[in-house]
């Protein structure tokens, strides 16, 4: 059966046909390194996780690429404040970044290019030479390059906006007086005292990479100029995937991204979570009260990707039960299926059928749940022969390479030892280093180690424990 994916661009669910197929070459934005990235943000990427592994238990080859923005105002904000050089500010958060894929199991990306990669700066200002060359950018007086917009007449309908309506508000003063429009952004943002020693050497002065390029350059460096599939939140649509397509479309003249995937935002209170609002979990925090990765995996995935998904931690709790469900199952069935392995053929599975209909996720988690419950029933009633619990099992095998969920003897920090490790760090914010001594010893005792790292405590099952 074909795959079915809701396309941004028109708006419109359309039936899935890479440009070569098997091969699908998948662009996903990544994070922008300042902080540790929060549940919002592990909520694209686990959607996107979602998609790659259904593609692939579907026989297509995904070549992803996932960029690190380790550039841009916040960065140098972030660097300015503690007083480090770019890159040793954002060395942490890269770390705790692939630790945070690992701990949800998210696949890795083929390439995980950085914004300041060498390689990636003279990509991005070649594209730039280009625009400006074919007359769709220019440098205002400020020195920075910006995109003309009216010069792209597709420009807005990624967004579905209208451009007149952008234009009509003209020009406006303060700082934005540079720019030929109110829309134009910027490609080349000029040195200020404010980036401090952040900027490389362009044809147009010193300066640094404005975000929107850094994608189109690493996208196309990477993947070439034509991707099959190019995701992210919602947020990033507009301005961000927006003027992507203008820059490549600008620079190659062909269409950039076939499918357009966007994931509707995790709320907290019915507000999108996000740094800047301040009402944001990381996924340490989450893990901090006890749930494991697999448990906040389930519960980030378990609604659909266009769905609003409001977090809360009854939700948390209903993931624990729901994988509680499917721990004891698989438990019930190798128990059952002994020593059989002859399973016979796997029969079509209908969870992957649900998945085809744009990632109908909760489509697909319901076809379990009711196999587990008439299964279960079936072992009750001694009706389920030891072929049939093998065959389940192989059935589950093919559905856990898409959701990744078993438990895997990862499991979480209890509740107990989180909460004494908490208040080992309360000791030490203190400098109660006695006190902080003693917490460690008591989390010993109970089977657990605490190492004291740079990025604070990491808690361990100790060896042998
Ligand atoms: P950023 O680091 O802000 O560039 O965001 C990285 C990715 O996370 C982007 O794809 C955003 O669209 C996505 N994102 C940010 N906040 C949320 C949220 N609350 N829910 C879902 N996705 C989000
Ligand atoms: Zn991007």
Redesign the pocket.
Known sequence: MAIRLFNTYSRAVEEFQPLDPPRVKMY??????YSH?????????L?EDLLQRHLESRGFEVERVMNI?DVDDKTIRGSRETGEALSEFTAPFKRAFFDDLDTLRIKRADAFPEATDPRQISAMIEMIKTLIERGLAYQAEDKSVYFRIKSFPDYGKLAHFNLDELQSTGRVKSDEYEKENVGDFAVWKAWDAEDGEVAWDSPWGRGRPG?HIECSAMATQLLGEQLDIH??????IFP?HEAEIAQTEGCTGKKFVRYWL???????DGQ????SAGN?YTLRDVLARGYSGREVRYALLRVHYRV??NFTWEGMDEARQALGRIDDWLARLREHAGQTDDAGAASENQFSAALDDDLNISGALGVLFETIRETNRAIDQQTLSSTDAARWLRWWEQIERVLAVTDTGDSAIPAQIAALVEQRAQARLAKDFAKSDELRDQIASLGWEVRDTKDGQKVTRRAGA
């Open positions: 996903t934005c990544g994070p922008t390194v990235a929060h549940i919002g943000n592990f909520r694209a990427y959607f923005t975000w995701c992210g939140g919602v947020d990033n961000h966007h994931c509707a935002h995790l709320l907290v999108k979570m996000s740094k944001f609003p998904l």
